[in-house]
């Protein structure tokens, strides 16, 4: 009799122990699902790898088309473009409030390949440390927006630093504003090199 009792408590907390299983693969399979459809990718920039994704911003949906067009062409403005890449930057990597996770970092397409990763860890050990998940769409949080960028001087300056050297790389200083004050960085100074065909983002300060 107690041996029986025995195997049914053992039975009980087996089938307890498979549906929690379950119920968390079904979940992690759910996030999974809808992380992807969320960050689905709507446009490229053939040759350049820069993205629009349907959970951008209007304002960052529109300086992507501008940025679409000027790269069109092979002689296009160089102080232009650098000053294109400089607001969607700013407007991807500042813009908390359509980001999933603390670790969705935005901005990476316009970083330099070698220091992605460092960029990635900075950046989710610092102002992407409090952002909480929103896989579900029910994230309680109040995050900042990006609602406009304005450049006030643009340089070309020499650049080194470990194995990066340009001697004609640029200085981007802005200033940024939000939907609503949270506190949040409102003036920067970027630093792009030039990799390949493209200026890649090195530093801000």
């Not at 409030?97 to 460092?118: A, L, Q």
């Amino acid at each position: 009799m107690k041996k029986n009792k025995l195997r049914y408590i053992l039975l009980i907390i087996i089938i307890f122990l498979l549906s929690m299983l379950g119920y968390y693969l079904y979940n992690a399979f759910k996030i999974n699902k809808k992380a992807i459809s969320e960050s689905s990718i709507n446009e490229t920039i053939e040759n350049y790898e820069y993205i629009l994704k349907s959970t951008d911003t209007i304002i960052y949906k529109e300086n992507f088309q501008l940025l679409k067009e000027l790269l069109k062409t092979d002689d296009f403005d160089e102080n232009e473009y650098v000053q294109l890449i400089s607001k969607l930057f700013i407007i991807d990597f500042y813009t908390l409030s359509n980001k999933i996770s603390n670790t969705d970092i935005g901005g990476i397409n316009f970083v330099y390949s070698g220091i992605i990763d460092n960029f990635k860890l900075k950046a989710s050990n610092t102002i992407y440390k409090y952002v909480k998940s929103n896989i579900y769409g029910d994230r309680n949080q109040e995050l900042p927006t990006v609602k406009n960028v304005l450049i006030n001087d643009v340089k070309v300056v020499s650049y080194k630093y470990n194995d990066i050297t340009d001697k004609d790389a640029y200085e981007v200083s802005l200033n940024i504003e939000y939907e609503k004050d949270l506190g949040y960085e409102t003036s920067k100074a970027l630093y792009f090199v030039h990799e390949n065909k493209k200026l890649s983002l090195v530093e801000m300060r």
